[in-house]
């Protein structure tokens, strides 16, 4: 027996390199690495045997914050980062891309041609949060995979991708998968840097895609499509699976689901079942030829005016595609109601949130058995805490230019698109800083029991991205906001990191005496920023750390035996 407990430890030491995990790099993050940016972390191992054979695995640390100076781009290699496991840290590492020489950051987390990239547990922002003038260099996208390669793939689970002008992830060159579970897309498009037309989620171009598969993800904030593949000359989608996803607060400004061609053979899977889509076309169908335009893959035309007739999922004709499209579920919000009920000239044609097929798909399920018109179906429900609906950007784009509007345009860098000060701009939506979508997002759907009953799946799972849990009953739905906080609740700050200032959101549900106070890791008060009695609802404070030194500090919330507390870093 005492010859086994040595024999074993040093037939595993020998072992060990057959291993997967001997190949994993653990990264110290931006500060305790001694302030070395990402990239340059990664390019010191680029002649490691590891990185050459495609077997590295970069692990970056939970809480940690990573901050990219220039983008990763590697032909035909392939990168591939995950969190660690275990970890005392609350949430997965962040990678800010952050500002160059230029002022900009770069454009792209990861440029790949030919490689392969591989994504879990993490959280990436596509500028550098804590300074809000960032914003105003917000560049193109975080993942392509480029024309001078073929044959890449993209794997994400687990990960909060937000913040681009342009598309999260973009395929220039043919690729062979594109597979995103469990993931989180946010704040996809900039008017400040670029125009309508941008703003997506994937950007398929208009190359051959052997695999498309996008299952358990939530969208948030759109200005276009959820997916690109517009006018498709080089090659189809061969395989294309969109499953319970939730879409909330989209423009849709060139559609939906754009998917140009697709597998015209019938061997392919084209599948679209099983989504939640709250206000996905929140400018609803308009005969507006700027938007029109890009809706063109189909070849069918709108009768008012002759031009591309809007639809939310679009392909070219093709009575070959095998399609399955069923049990999706989408709902008006009362705020996006009011957007589609604008009138004219300030609002859309078509008081409708537009036809979800084209005439050719609907012909082609009819023929294949199923019923077109419960392909999408409207249920009266909400999603439990999301950003508002732009509606003040709804208003500004159809306004004339003579009133400050957009008047229907496309303009990139539009000067009636104003900022009111660095970072903040006049009809930008919601913006939500990356801790948001880790903690605070709830897309859990909230409807009655009658609807809930009602929106049946094709595999018995809730509608939508299933993380969010089974539906909320409520007796009555209304838009966000107009309710009383139910519970205590203390939000993560945002920004986070900071420097200096930031802010904190907590909620009361009834009028109670509440403490709010901030101290630093040896349990030391540095500041009290509430101590009064407060009234039911949600609460902003601004806590400035510009006399306080670099480092984490805690925050807690108190009232009664009720007791908050989260982490905020300062970071100068």
């Known amino acids: 027996m005492l010859k086994l407990r040595y024999i074993l430890p040093a037939l595993l030491v020998l072992l060990t390199p057959l291993f997967v995990f001997a190949q994993d790099l653990v990264l110290d993050d931006y500060t305790t690495s001694g302030n070395q940016y990402l990239n340059t972390l990664i390019f010191q191992d680029t002649s490691s045997t590891p990185f050459q054979n495609g077997t590295r695995v970069y692990v970056l640390k939970k809480d940690g914050v990573y901050l990219l100076n220039a983008q990763l781009a590697f032909a035909g290699k392939t990168l591939n980062f995950r969190a660690e496991y275990g970890g005392t840290g609350h949430y997965d590492p962040t990678v800010f891309l952050y500002p160059g020489s230029n002022g900009n950051p770069p454009g792209e987390f990861a440029n790949l041609a030919g490689g392969k990239l591989y994504l879990k547990h993490i959280m990436i922002s596509g500028y550098y949060e804590p300074v809000d003038s960032n914003l105003d260099h917000l560049q193109g996208g975080l993942i392509d995979l480029n024309t001078s390669g073929s044959g890449g793939s993209v794997y994400i689970d687990s990960c909060i991708l937000k913040s681009v002008n342009g598309n999260l992830i973009r395929t220039d060159g043919q690729a062979h998968v594109i597979k995103v579970t ?31 598969d996008i299952e358990n993800c939530t969208f948030v904030n759109l200005q276009d499509r959820v997916v690109r593949h517009y006018q498709s000359t080089k090659g189809p989608i061969l395989n294309f699976i969109f499953n319970h996803n939730t879409v909330v607060n989209s423009l849709s400004y060139h559609g939906f689901l754009s998917l140009g061609r697709v597998d015209s053979t019938g061997n392919g899977t084209l599948r679209i079942t099983n989504n939640m889509l709250v206000d996905h076309f929140a400018l609803g169908a308009d005969t507006a030829y700027i938007r029109q335009v890009e ?9 008012i005016n002759g031009q591309p007739r809007m639809a939310w999922v679009l392909t070219n004709k093709n009575l070959a595609a095998n399609w399955n499209i069923q049990d999706n579920y989408f709902a008006v919000s009362d705020s996006g109601q009011v957007m589609l009920n604008l009138p004219l000239p300030n609002g859309p044609y078509y008081h409708s949130e537009g036809p979800w097929l084209t005439y050719a798909m609907n012909t082609l399920l009819s023929s294949q058995g199923f019923d077109t018109t419960k392909t999408f179906k409207q249920v009266t429900a909400k999603l439990n805490n999301t950003p508002p609906l732009m509606t003040k950007l709804i208003r500004w784009i ?3 230019r003579s009133q400050g509007g957009d008047d229907k345009q496309k303009n990139g860098n539009d000067p009636n698109f104003t900022r009111d000060s660095p970072g903040h701009w006049t009809y930008d939506f919601n913006r939500k800083p990356v801790e948001y979508y880790f903690d605070t997002l709830n897309c859990n759907i909230a409807a009655s029991t009658s609807t809930i009953a009602a929106m049946t799946t094709t595999d018995g ?42 802010n904190v959101v907590f909620s009361v549900p009834k009028e109670a005496k509440v403490k709010l106070e901030v101290f630093d890791l040896l349990g030391r008060r ?47």
Not at 532 to 543: H, I, L, R
């Open 398 to 400: 159809y306004a004339p």
């Open 461 to 502: 799972k809730v509608a939508g991205d299933t993380r969010w849990g089974a539906p909320t009953v409520v007796t009555s739905v209304a838009d966000n906001g107009s309710q009383l906080p139910k519970e205590f609740s203390l939000s993560q700050n945002y920004p986070n990191p900071f420097n200096p200032s930031t």
């Open 526 to 572: 540095v500041a009290t920023l509430v101590n009064e009695t407060k009234a039911a609802g949600e609460y902003t404070v601004s806590f400035d750390g510009a006399n306080l030194s670099s480092g984490m500090y805690i925050y807690r919330l108190s009232s009664g035996s009720v007791t908050f507390t989260k982490k905020m870093l300062l970071m100068k």
């Open 295 to 303: 809706f063109s893959d189909p070849g069918e035309l709108d009768s």
């Open 182 to 212: 469990n993931t989180i897309f946010g704040d996809m498009g900039f008017e400040g840097t670029s125009n309508f037309g941008a703003g997506k989620g994937i950007d398929l171009r208009n190359v051959q895609i052997d695999t498309c």
